[in-house]
């Protein structure tokens, strides 16, 4: 080797060699360590203490069941029609000489007014035609008479015993009766048709609508307007087959002098103000809706703009009520609060262990905040009344008088 190459090769150093070493392995060493470390706390932790399932009870409301005589209310509704409602229209020709003052929307009229008239002096020169024909056909049927009594007078004095018929004008005096009861019948129609120009109510009672004014020209069967009777009304109530067994009605009743329908007391809300009325049910109808099964009974109400009114509201057509039937009386019922019945028929009884059961019960009847049972709950008994998520027979319960008790339990419970 040479001298100059000996002089370029650098000198080895060792501490440069230690120093790239521990540079390397640094990183290494340290996550080693954590590992380790993290090791190494995981098995010092203490073993969690094992916690017993302690199952809590749910609170829940109650009430107890009572007996007692209840007296069934079945509830309904409908819209109060007239019974007695006509169009009135023009049997004859004619022109609109009058139109009653109360003859319009609204108004009000006896029966036997006059509503309409129309100009009668055609039909009343139609009276004097005929009063003269009549006239004519009595004086022709006269002169046959007398013709004939002469003619038989004279066969008597000439002693003629077979004598025609038509010799004693027998077949000319009928032929005359016949004109004169056939000019005495028109006579009668020319008397109708003047009458006609008189349109009449048929009934007291109230106008729905008018379409008619002085001046006007009619034809037969022209609408003239539409009233209605106001001296009862009928409202139509849709019953099922358990309405009716509680009712005590059956299909096709008719009251009678004997048997009187249920009494009814309606409601409506009229102007703002709450009013009530009272009827009876005094028909039903013969047979179920095909469509919605179920059978209409009527109630009626008498005199619904006068005596039937509640302080001067009258009881109006087209008004939509609330209906409540006096029904049948059951003695002896378990009565509870509506919402103690889960589903169909079950209820869920607290017993004194302060357990659930689910109990199947005889629904006699239910209304909107009471429940009646036939069987499945004996009197003193608690039932449920509060909701219950996946009620289960012996779930553990605490009967609680108030939703905010149950609140206070939990809370305190949880501060323990």
């Known amino acids: ?131 003269a024909a009549v006239a004519q056909a009595n004086t022709a049927l006269m002169q046959e008479i007398s013709e004939g009594q002469i003619a038989t007078q004279g066969a008597e004095q000439l002693g003629i015993d077979q004598v025609s018929d038509l010799t004693l004008r027998r077949p000319q005096r009928a032929q005359a009766e016949a004109q004169l009861a056939s000019a005495r019948a028109r006579l009668d129609d020319a008397r109708l048709q003047l009458q006609r120009t008189r349109i009449e109510a048929p009934f007291s009672g109230r106008v729905r609508e008018k379409s008619v004014n002085i001046g006007a020209y009619v034809s037969p069967g022209a609408r003239l307007g539409e009233i209605y009777a106001s001296d009862v009304v009928d409202i139509a109530i849709a019953l099922t087959d358990s309405d009716l067994a509680n009712l005590g009605l059956g299909i096709g009743f008719s009251e009678t002098n004997t048997q009187k329908g249920p009494p009814v007391t309606l409601s409506a809300i009229v102007a703002g103000v709450p009013h009530t009325w009272t009827g009876r049910i005094t028909r039903t109808d013969s047979g179920f809706d095909p469509e919605t099964r179920v059978l209409f009974a009527y109630v009626e109400v008498q005199d619904p703009y006068g005596k039937g009114a509640d302080n001067g509201t009258p009881l109006a057509t087209g008004l939509f009520v609330e209906a409540e039937i006096d029904g049948r009386t059951l003695e002896d019922s378990v009565v509870l609060p509506r919402t103690a019945l889960r589903g169909k028929d079950s209820v869920f009884i607290a017993r004194d262990d302060q357990t659930l059961e689910i109990r199947p019960v005889q629904v006699a009847f239910s209304e909107r905040e009471r429940l009646i049972l036939a069987s499945g709950v004996d009197e003193g008994e608690r039932v449920v009344t509060s909701p219950v998520r996946a009620a289960s027979n012996g779930m553990k319960i605490k009967p609680v008088d108030r939703l905010e008790t149950a609140f206070a339990v939990d809370t305190s419970a949880s501060e323990e």
């Open 1 to 131: 080797m040479s001298y100059a190459e000996t002089a370029q090769k650098p000198p080895f150093r060792f501490g440069l060699l230690i120093k790239r070493i521990l540079f390397l392995a640094l990183p290494v060493f340290v996550l080693i360590g954590s590992v380790g470390g993290f090791v190494a706390m995981g098995a010092l932790k203490p073993a969690p203490e094992e916690k017993a399932n302690i199952i809590e009870a749910l609170p829940v409301l109650t009430a107890t069941a009572r007996s007692e005589a209840v007296s069934i209310k079945v509830r309904g509704q409908g819209e109060v029609k007239a019974r007695s409602e006509v169009v009135l229209a023009s049997e004859i020709s004619g022109r609109v000489a009058y139109v009653s003052p109360k003859f319009l929307a609204g108004g009000q009229f006896e029966r036997g007014e006059t509503l309409v008239r129309l100009e009668s002096r055609e039909y009343e020169l139609g009276i004097v035609q005929a009063e």
